[in-house]
């Protein structure tokens, strides 16, 4: 049974960074996403990376942050770079399509001054 760990959320002030990293235990998975929830907001997908490396982002992240993945060791990770306050969410990692079964505790990223 796959089980998702997302860590490497923080406080980070307004044009900051933040590298998150997600490791996957059981096996091995195709399309792995980065997904993220503000209070108050729906969840929403923020970057997607097959296990060939393609990757897809949204709008509001594309030139900002990165995603990549390293097959060898079952980990995704999010650069997260120039960070603004609308960036604010709890971040998770999940297939894509998510799995409503691998929705884990996420972590929380806050962009603040």
């Known amino acids: 049974q796959v089980q998702l760990v997302e860590s490497g959320g923080g406080l980070v002030q307004p044009g900051g960074s933040l590298r998150l990293s997600c490791v996957a235990s059981g096996r091995s998975i195709n399309t792995m996403g980065w997904y993220r929830q503000a209070p108050g907001k729906q969840r929403e997908l923020v970057a997607s990376i097959t296990r060939l490396g393609s990757t897809n982002y949204a709008d509001s992240v594309k030139g900002r942050f990165t995603i990549s993945r390293d097959n060898a060791k079952n980990t995704v990770y999010l650069q997260m770079n120039s960070l603004k306050p609308e960036d604010t969410a709890r971040y998770y990692c999940?297939?894509?399509?998510?799995?409503?079964?691998?929705w884990g505790q996420g972590t929380q990223v806050t962009v603040s001054s």
């Open positions: 999940n297939t894509n399509p998510a799995l409503r079964s691998l």
